[in-house]
Structure formats: C-alpha cells, structure tokens
C-alpha cells in the first residue's frame, strides 16, 4: 500500500508547547504534502515538500523529508487552541495517481 | 465565495433508496475528485476526472456513478444505498491531474444510510 502512516494518532499538548508529528511511508514519491481538517469541515492544505528537499518552513510550521527513511515530520511552533485538528500527510506519486492520505493525527492544544 | 462547494452538507436515508450529492468549484481548475472518509477518519479516493473525463475509479461499486457535464460540476450518485455506504464524502479540485498538485477541498457531505 503506498499509504502513509501518522505517529503518533492523537497527541495533547498545552498552549505555547511545540507539536510535532510524524508521517512514514512505503514507496517512493515526488512530494509529500501537509493538510488540516478541522472538525466537521474539509481538508486544508498546509506545505509541500519535493522530494528533493529536506526542509521547510511556514510560518510556524517546519516540515522535513527524509527519502532514506520515508518518513517526513510535520513541527508546529509555539502552539494555539486554534491549531487544535487533525493532521494528514499525503504521499504524490507520479503520473495520473491522486495523492494518498494517511489516517491522521488529532491534535489537541489545551489553553 | 467558496471555492470547492458541495451540497448537501448532510444526508441522512433509508436503505436502497437512490441519493445525489453535487460539486462545483470557481477555481477554473481541469481536476476534480471524489473521497470518501470513513469513521476513523481514513480517507480514499473513489474518483478522478481531468477535464470532463474520468482518468481514476478506484475499484469503487457501480452503484456509485460519477458524471461531470462540465470541468467545474462533478456530481456522484448512489443507487441502492447500503448500511456501508455512510461516511463522509469529500469532493475537491486541483489545478492539474497527478500526484504534485495540491488539493482544495470541499467542506464534505455527511451521509447517514439507515
């Protein structure tokens, strides 16, 4: 399966606290991407990283790729109650195949 | 204006009845797709269509029946609803087909089979 695997599944951490989530995978890609989902409401997406970069930054978020490893991880920075969603790596692949998503990670920032 | 709209945002029917939700998109991208979210949160993708043509079906029952009149609607009707068709279904829409382009979502449709 070409599906990726959040760690951990759910994580609570207090505001101000750094969350940090990480997102493995079985075959190999050309991009890995970040997405929010809020409850009730539909996917966001947060970052991009091509597989031939190890870094990245938005804002808050830092996002790294590690290809020997298929494994990325998604940090967020000085975390608000606003954070608080699940998160989901999504693996590109080439030609026509649609991204797929990982099962998440819940997220919960505590005030 | 929302960009990835979809309608209904829930609905609940009985067992065997034939149900519709619709979607349309104001981006002016060529790709459009449906997904389906399960209880725990899993999300698949049924259905990829590049410009009016459908270019994924991912081994999804023929009672799920995608149509697209034109590259900004795609609808997706279900015939002979099951217990195990309830779930959440996500339609969104990306600029290109293929794994590098980033999705935009609409906000889902909550589908109750009783």
């Known amino acids: 399966s070409q599906q990726g695997e959040e760690d951990p599944q759910a994580l609570s951490i207090q505001e101000g606290e750094n969350a940090t989530m990480n997102c493995s995978y079985k075959?190999?890609?050309?991009?890995l991407q970040w997405y929010r989902q809020n409850s009730g409401r539909g996917l966001v997406h947060l970052i991009l990283i091509r597989s031939n970069e190890r870094e990245k930054h938005s804002g808050r978020l830092r996002v790294t790729l590690d290809t020997s490893k298929k494994s990325s991880s998604l940090l967020i920075t000085a975390s608000r109650a606003a954070d608080t969603a699940s998160y989901f790596c999504a693996t590109g692949h080439s030609g026509n195949t649609p991204l797929v998503f990982g099962k998440g990670t819940r997220l919960s920032v505590i005030a | 204006d929302t960009a990835v709209s979809q309608t209904p945002k829930y609905l609940v029917t009985q067992m065997g009845n034939d149900k519709s939700i619709k979607c349309e998109q104001n981006?002016?991208?060529?790709?459009m797709y449906w997904y389906k979210q399960d209880s725990k949160k899993f999300l698949k993708i049924m259905f990829s269509?590049?410009?009016?043509?459908?270019?994924i079906n991912e081994t999804v029952p023929n009672r799920f029946s995608p149509k697209s009149p034109d590259k900004a609607h795609l609808n997706l009707h279900i015939n002979s609803l099951e217990l195990g068709d309830s779930a959440v279904y996500f339609c969104?829409?990306?600029?290109?087909?293929?794994?590098?382009?980033?999705?935009?979502f609409g906000s889902g449709t909550q589908l109750s089979v009783l």
């Open positions: 981006l002016g991208h060529d790709t």
């Open positions: 969104a829409s990306s600029q290109a087909a293929g794994g590098s382009e980033k999705l935009f």
């Open positions: 269509y590049n410009n009016k043509e459908l270019i």
């Open positions: 075959t190999s890609i050309n991009n």
